[in-house]
């Protein structure tokens, strides 16, 4: 394949990545993202399949296909290990986080969620770490470690720069509040990430 086909090839991939990521019908969706995976695996862009995978674990997970979503953010594991892509290594582990928390295996997704923090204050992505606190946080309170829940909140409302407020599920009724010091529930502060 020469340069200008591998670049059109390339192209068409993007195209029908973009199309399934805006499909509402995962039936549509997930052949699209599979013949972008294709695409990018045969023309050698770990890259763009290690992302399409990632968007594939998504739709899965919004399907509530847990087992498929994690076999496919494992393979985006796998390639951003390869490819050395620390950032989408980071997201991709706490999207696998995310998918083991659903599915109730709180230790796994601890685990899942504090390598994705590790490579995050590696990389020094302070807007990146809010997020993973916040789910770390989640799990404390889940297990009934309300003070652990507590701190990592206030570390992750302590990263936000000035006038800017942590997201977090419990705002969008997906989760519980998290406790106050005194064993009252509040709500974390919400507003959109940047």
């Known amino acids: 394949m020469n340069t200008k086909e591998a670049l059109r090839c390339s192209n068409e991939a993007r195209t029908l990545t973009k199309i399934a990521a805006a499909q509402t019908n ?80 709180l230790d796994a997704a601890r685990r899942s969620f504090e390598a994705s923090l590790a490579t995050f204050r590696q990389m020094e992505m302070k807007s990146s770490m809010p997020i993973v606190l916040i789910a770390l946080a989640e799990l404390a309170a889940l297990r009934g470690d309300f003070a652990q829940a507590q701190k990592l909140a206030r570390e992750a409302e302590a990263m936000q720069p000035p006038g800017e407020k942590v997201q977090t599920r419990a705002c969008a009724g997906h989760s519980p509040a998290l406790p106050s010091r005194r064993g009252t529930s509040r709500k974390l502060k919400s507003s959109p990430m940047r």
């Open 26 to 105: 995962s039936r549509l969706a997930q052949p699209q993202f599979e013949a972008a995976i294709a695409v990018f695996r045969e023309l050698g862009n770990r890259n763009g399949e290690m992302a399409v995978l990632a968007n594939l674990g998504t739709l899965h997970r919004r399907e509530h296909r847990l087992a498929a979503a994690l076999q496919s953010y494992d393979q985006a594991i796998a390639l951003t290990k390869e490819t050395n892509n620390p950032r989408a290594l980071a997201t991709s582990r706490h999207l696998r986080g995310t998918v083991l928390k659903e599915q109730g295996d």
